[in-house]
């Protein structure tokens, strides 16, 4: 599958680390979009069903160094055991958003075949904007879903791997706003959001962002980060195999287990 | 004939068609493994016949997903015979996968259902009373749980861990159809190339959505939580049962697989032919699919 990059993303270099830091990008964001075909427009034939997944990324300076290579290493490691599967490549969507004082689409949805070209994550930006990644998240997800309807294709409820080594920077009303949207039931396409936090996060803030008390997860204090990383990475994987192989569950839960060296938050902190 | 003329027609009788029936884009081409576990669990099992001036065929099929896992088939079927009334009882029920043990939680509670139909039946009842069916097949789960686990208190919730199932009954009797469900392993009447939906919930959520969380048994709201339908079987017309494997692909049957199964089921296939066609390739559906299909009287 052809990838689009956003423009002003440089070119992914594949699995080489980027040495430059790429400048920030604000994303062009389009007005919201709903997934509902115009009135008198024919519903497509159905072709097959999806499971749209997201990773969504801290790319903030913090990340410097062996965490933001643990990302990159376990992205592509992703890709690899997806592409060689011979099921699920073709029912998971996979795209990748970015957020240091802004937002970015570094990979918009795509099916995980081993020719695709995954971005190289690298440290950008003074900030960690949460907003701005939940407010991407906001418009992307309907208009992802709106595509693949219109491709004649069965969505299930989409999922967010969200993974944050710090304190948003943004005022907290802001975040949380944003947050709210995007749990909003009213809002039809909302995710199931699962939210990891390393390094110097606030499990009460990961334990907010997460859509259910046991889909928040925290590094065990004390841990490596990029060993923390590289294990949620590895749950990631496993979560889209076996969420992808019980796709005609239709449940709206997503299977998941606990990565090693992180501690559920499966209590409301707030 | 001819030497060579013999041998000609020997080799065409035993060729066979090898490979899927395709519908679209096919699915990848896997190895099956063998299911291991108890009880056993055959990847496809095949059924059908005539009674009562009904045709039926019925067949469940193991989904790539669990052939390639080697998981073993969590749908189930189940055929049974009424002589005194003449009633065909049917059911198809559909193992949730997040249970440790649905398949057998599959097994039971079609076998359980189609007993407590038919021991109305006996008692000369014109309409089947639903409640207790559904409520007989969930106590059998709850017993087997009771039984496996040793917990002789064990209750619903501790048994839908283990033996969670979706389930799905009809009688049939001439072309009265009585037919009822709980979960989404919906029931279709099938007229010509139109589908119409008996019971079963849809497979899109009011979100637009697939799924929503799957009502199955042993837990499930009584008898309110029952969907219940009556029917006629007019002439040419086919009830189907089947489970979300099937309805899914289906998706309402506009698409290729509905019209591949009105083409198909105009006629009753033979019972091996109809689970060939039920095992159709088709990319990214690979769940269990179970099918019963019954033809009213009068089939010409």
Known sequence: MKIKLPTGVPEATGEVADPGSPEPIEPVIPPPVTAEPAAGEPTPAVVGQVLPMYFVGDESHSMAGEPIAAVNQGLIDLRDEVAKHPLIGKKVRFGIIT??????????????????????LSPRGRGTSYASALEALRHTIPADVALLKGNGYQVHRPSVFFLSDGLP????????????????????????????????????????????????FMMTSGASTAGAIAEFAASMLNSMVASAERLDRGDHTIEFEKPEGFVQLDAPLV | MTAAGRAASVRRRVRLARGPVTIGEPAAVIEARLASGEPYRPDTVADGGEAFGLTVRAASVRGLSKRYTGGPRQDDICLRLHADSGTLVAAV???????????????????????????QLDDRCASVDWGPVFEHAAWALVEEHRRASGDASAGVDEAGRSLATTLLVAAVRGSDVQVAAVGDSPAFVLAGKEYDSV???????????????????PRFGGADAVQAARRQLDRGSVLLLCTDGLALPL????????LALARELARPPDVVDFARLLDFSRSTYDDDRSLIAVWGPGLS
Not at chain 2, 94 to 113: E, I, K, P, W
């Open chain 1, 99 to 120: 957020f240091a004082e802004s937002a970015q689409t570094r990979l918009e949805l795509s099916e995980l075949s081993e020719d695709l070209v995954l971005p190289t």
């Open chain 1, 169 to 216: 920077t943004e005022k907290a009303d802001k975040w949380q706003a944003r947050l709210a949207e995007l749990k909003d039931p009213e809002f039809r396409e909302r995710p199931n959001i699962l939210a990891f936090g390393v390094g110097e996060a606030d499990p009460e803030v990961i334990g907010r962002l997460a859509s259910s008390p046991r889909y928040g």
């Open chain 2, 93 to 119: 029920a559909d193992g949730v996968s997040g249970a440790s043990r649905s398949d057998l939680g599959a097994a039971l509670a079609v076998r359980y259902a189609t007993a407590a139909v038919a021991r």
């Open chain 2, 199 to 217: 019971v079963g919930s849809p497979p899109e959520s009011a979100d637009g959505l697939v799924g929503g969380g799957v009502e199955s048994l």
């Open chain 2, 251 to 258: 998706a309402g049957g506009t698409g290729e697989v509905g």
